[in-house]
């Protein structure tokens, strides 16, 4: 009699653990989602990760909670999702700075396989910008005057995606001197060169899109193969005289590892739908941003390639922190 008690406590637990994460899906969301940002307020991952927070609220008839937690090249925010909930309440907000760092970064605290890709939502090239003062009027004028006097440079932090480009840029192509000046996010990063207190500014473009465009800061050049519409006076890397050189950031949606995949189809499919509403195009195209649609298991893929290319080029300049 004891044995089939037991047996049938058993096989009760078991069949509640196989339901567990369909029904909580099912009920996804009856709570407020916590999206923590990588990086501080006015960043990259700030700008995407409000826009989509501001609109997801509505989709989920949830409230959608933002929190800045930079710090590490990102690396702060992405352990604490790593090590959160897997129930879909907790996601971050980052840049392609995260593929960089599962190579560049040696004590992190979090592993590729402790997170997963919910959605990628927006790229945008990244961008060298001087003070008004500076006499180079363009990168190749830049790139000349470095080859006898070295320079500073500012980031949004040692590992993000911008500062390793680069690091890859200034050592392995033009072959210049410089000090690298890290930052706690983009927007110190931008308030240092406004004051004229680094030499230059290399960044995703977005949080520096304002300040070109009413002069407080010169683009020097961009790094895509086209110039970006919303500066569009900016020219291309290729049309300095160094072609085939391209380095920008992404900002993407990540998730607990052991998230439910039903959950996470669930916020990608309308993440994936938000941020094509017109409203949404529009703001992006004004940023500097393209959109980005991928389902899950486009996403999957994409990041895998993601972690490997940026390795190759962590590897290339021998870059860690």
């Not at 004028?141 to 993000?160: D, L, R």
């Not at 085939?244 to 669930?266: H, M």
Request: proline share 7%; net charge neutral; charged share 15%.
């Amino acid at each position: 009699m004891l044995l089939r008690s037991v047996s049938a406590i058993l096989a009760a637990s078991a069949m509640a653990a196989c339901l567990a994460h369909p029904a909580t899906a099912q009920s996804y969301p009856s709570q407020n989602v916590t999206v923590i940002v990588a990086f501080p307020a006015g960043g990259l991952a700030d700008i995407i990760g409000r826009l989509v927070s501001s609109k997801l609220d509505g989709r989920l008839k949830q409230s959608v909670v933002v929190e800045n937690r930079g710090g590490a090249g990102g690396n702060i925010a992405a352990k604490a999702v790593a090590g959160a909930a897997p129930d879909g309440y907790t996601l971050l907000a980052t840049t392609s700075g995260l593929a960089a760092n599962l190579t560049a970064s040696k004590n992190r605290g979090f592993e590729q396989s402790d997170l997963r890709p919910v959605a990628f939502v927006a790229f945008s090239p990244d961008v060298i910008a001087v003070h008004p003062s500076n006499p180079a009027k363009d990168l190749k004028e830049f790139i000349a005057n470095a080859k006898t006097n070295s320079f500073t440079y500012g980031s949004a932090g040692a590992g993000t995606g911008p500062q390793i480009g680069a690091e890859y840029f200034f050592q392995e192509v033009a072959k210049v001197k410089y000090v690298h000046v890290p930052f706690q996010g983009g927007a110190p990063a931008i308030t240092a060169t406004l004051g004229n207190h680094v030499d230059a500014l290399v960044l995703t473009l977005p949080p520096v899109v304002p300040q070109i465009l009413q002069g407080k800061l010169r683009g020097l050049g961009v790094a895509s193969d086209k110039r970006n519409s919303a500066i569009p006076d900016v020219p291309t890397y290729g049309e300095m005289g160094f072609p085939n050189v391209y380095s920008g950031s992404w900002v993407a949606f990540f998730a607990p590892a052991k998230t439910p995949d039903a959950v996470v189809t669930k916020l990608n499919t309308e993440i994936n739908a938000l941020m094509q509403e017109p409203d949404s195009l529009e703001k992006l195209k004004q940023a500097g941003f393209g959109p980005v649609v991928k389902d899950v298991a486009a996403s999957n893929d994409y990041f895998k390639n993601e972690v490997e290319s940026w390795g190759k080029m962590v590897n290339a300049i021998g870059f860690s922190n």
